[in-house]
């Protein structure tokens, strides 16, 4: 009997073993191949010239692309454009770009800010649930709703982070927005993987400037984008706007002086708001302070919120205009402008 007791002892523990060695399995983490370099994308990894390279999710297909099928389907889509998965198309994009498959995750810090209404000082371009017509200096009625694809094109642009040259039915340049883009570290496994030609995982460093008086340079380029919507804010100088009022100029040539300067394209949040030292609140927790302290100091308290700004409060005035309008007053110890960061 003992015998028996023993055997059902030993059953058991190896049942349990097997569940718990399922369960820590299905939590390693996910290994990139070619064909596969994210959950649920499948793509090909030989490209029209021969060569290995896994083929590109967006724009640039190749003649024997799987990509349309990493979003649409041919005979079940749950839309008129056989788009799958969800209901909304910001929905069907986050399948992607929440960061589960490893492409640009938006929820997450970046050169374009980052989704984000659920920490301290968030506030974004709310895709999918505001009307274009409602954007701050719009003049022009326009029906829908601000979706990924108001900005963004799914099937490939000349522009980098596929930005749309026609917004809001408006061509708004015949310059493309170029961005220094580098391999991006965090995604070195997917990478290696794809081949010369292939899908890469950049990040931006920033606009490239060709020549910074140049009506095509990005810092132009970029306000012309914006303006498709914001029509009222893209003003000279001393310009008024149609409601009287006026605005800070966003439509000069010189460097620092167009909407990316101040604003980040998909929102912000306390984790991405500067001071004028051009330091996070990261940077001040590295330096000693607690997340608390370090927080409290960065947060936004002005009466109309972050407003997707890139510095906190008005320090994103005080950022570029503490050289021209110097104060008077003799400088305190915890009070006095400790300057920009050396580039």
Known sequence: ??????G?????????????AAIASAEEPFVPTPSNPAPGINVGTIDNNGNVATHRTHGNFQNNTNSCGNCHSTHNGDSATLLK?????????????????GFY??????????????????????????????????????????QCSSCHNPHGSTNDRLLN????????????????????PDYKDINLVTGPTGLKIYKSNGPVFVNEDSPTVPQRVYSNFCSTCHEDYLKS???????????????SFKAGRNCASCHYAHGTDITLLKDTAGKTVADYVKSGWTQEKAEAYMKDISEGGSSIKKYTNMTVCWACHQSTHKLDTPPVAGGNYSGKPTK
């Open 85 to 101: 998965f969800e209901e909304t198309e910001s929905d069907l994009c986050l399948t992607c770009h929440d960061g589960t498959l």
């Open 237 to 251: 100088s001393g310009a008024k706007r149609v409601d009287g009022h006026y605005s800070h100029t966003t439509n």
């Open 165 to 184: 040259t026609t917004v809001n039915g408006k061509t708004y340049s015949t310059a493309a927005i170029d961005l220094d883009l580098v391999e991006d």
């Open 1 to 6: 009997m003992s015998k028996i007791k023993i």
């Open 8 to 20: 059902f002892s030993t059953l058991f523990a190896l049942i349990m073993l097997s569940m718990f």
């Open 105 to 146: 995750n938006v929820e997450k810090n970046s050169g374009a800010g980052v989704f984000n209404s659920t920490h301290d000082s968030s506030s974004m371009h709310n895709v999918g649930t505001v009307a274009i017509s409602s954007a701050p200096g719009a003049l022009t009625p326009t029906e829908g709703e601000l």
